[in-house]
């Protein structure tokens, strides 16, 4: 395949976000649905079409059913960033997604047909030869709408903070996991995280770095925790808690998965790996007073969970054990980081003591 003649070309990083807790009272704003599905940037240089994902990668492959789609429905020379989804019965099905990331071509030509998936485009990053990224995102959404007409599917967008407060509430009932907000006058910057999403619970992509057997089995029978990790801006992999309460056939179902994974060579969490600050498992302390024996994990997969709060100070850690969510297959493990966390407002306590309460200067 020849190179592609655009303006822009894959890979492109896309734009990114920080959560946020509540939507502001706020006219520099765009708001927009997030939509639960796999970041996808699209590129279509005549007959060609390129489906990229987040991490970089070509997803080409897996949704053949969006590419003849999009085949009919784009110009000739376009760039855009926007969402892979599958819906079933009125609601996005994030589950139904995942399952078309599959070895097995006719699999993927199965699910392609009883579950197919759709694009929906929230920006435009080029057209024709012109690139748009260092256009304001109002012209750039003036521009998609324009492109997007009655063929192109494209996200709901808003200005007005109550409408978002609405759609918060109102779109989650279809399977939607919150809004996303972009300042109206900035330019489309890959990789950097611009943007702000409000959520209805706190999660975090971790890559799963180890694991623990049940305790009430023999080694190898059963998969009791797995153990989560997040890179620091200087790429240490640091050991942040654990994900466990599985069912007792998923405990089983997990342990055949996983087994691939078991190394026993080099592992960020061992020997000469480890760095000085890095914050591991097992180790001993007040309330275990031996080492926790744990089995190291090829960090290769990425699990998305839910937790309530950190604590620890920098590295932080998930206090309580997180909950699972769903495996990330469209997650590249080395963009898991602690940037992707939210970070709780800290307090004066002497301040408050005195009845005063007032945040510290220092979030950290």
């Not at 520099?28 to 649905?33: A, G, K």
């Not at 030869?129 to 260092?134: C, F, M, T, Y």
């Not at 978002?164 to 989650?172: G, N």
């Not at 604590?311 to 699972?324: K, S």
Request: hydrophobic share 40%; net charge negative; proline share 9%.
């Amino acid at each position: 395949m020849a190179p592609m003649a655009l303006p822009l070309t894959p890979p492109v990083k896309p734009m990114l976000a920080r959560p946020a807790k509540e939507i502001p009272d706020t006219d520099t704003l765009l708001f927009e649905p997030k939509w639960d599905g796999f970041r996808c940037l699209v590129f279509r240089d005549g007959a060609d079409i390129t489906l990229q994902s987040r991490s970089g990668k070509p997803l080409n492959r897996y949704f053949p059913e969006v590419l003849a789609e999009l085949a009919g429905t784009l110009p000739e020379r376009v760039v855009l960033d926007g969402e892979l989804v599958v819906g079933l019965g009125g609601r996005l099905d994030f589950d139904a997604l995942t399952e078309r990331i599959h070895p097995a071509a006719s699999r993927i030509e199965l699910l392609a047909e009883r579950t197919p998936a759709s694009y929906v485009a929230f920006d435009l990053l080029a057209l024709a030869d012109r690139s748009l990224v260092d256009d304001p995102t109002s012209a750039r959404r003036d521009a998609l709408a324009t492109l997007a007409g009655d063929t192109l599917r494209f996200t709901p967008a808003t200005t007005d903070p109550d409408t978002a407060r609405h759609w918060f509430r109102l779109f989650e009932g279809a399977g939607l996991d919150g809004v996303i907000s972009k300042p109206l006058a900035e330019p489309y910057s890959p990789g950097k995280r611009v943007l702000s999403k409000y959520k209805h619970s706190r999660t975090a992509d971790c890559v799963v770095a180890g694991l623990r057997w049940h305790a009430d089995t023999a080694p190898g029978e059963a998969v009791g925790s797995l153990m989560l990790g997040l890179y620091d801006d200087a790429g240490v992999l640091h050991h942040v808690g654990v994900v466990g309460a599985f069912p007792a056939a998923r405990r089983r179902e997990l342990a055949a998965e996983l087994a691939g994974l078991i190394t026993e060579g080099t592992h960020p969490w061992l020997g000469d790996a480890v760095v000085e600050g890095q914050r591991l498992p097992g180790g001993v302390n007040r309330w275990r007073p031996t080492e926790q024996p744990w089995v190291p994990l090829r960090p290769e997969r990425v699990v998305e969970v839910a937790y309530e709060h950190t604590e620890g100070g920098h590295p932080a850690r998930f206090r309580h054990t997180a909950q699972f969510a769903r495996w990330r297959p469209d997650r590249d493990p080395r963009s898991c980081g602690y940037a992707q966390l939210e970070e709780p407002a800290r307090y004066d306590l002497a301040a408050v003591f005195h009845g005063e309460v007032r945040r510290t200067d220092d979030a950290r």
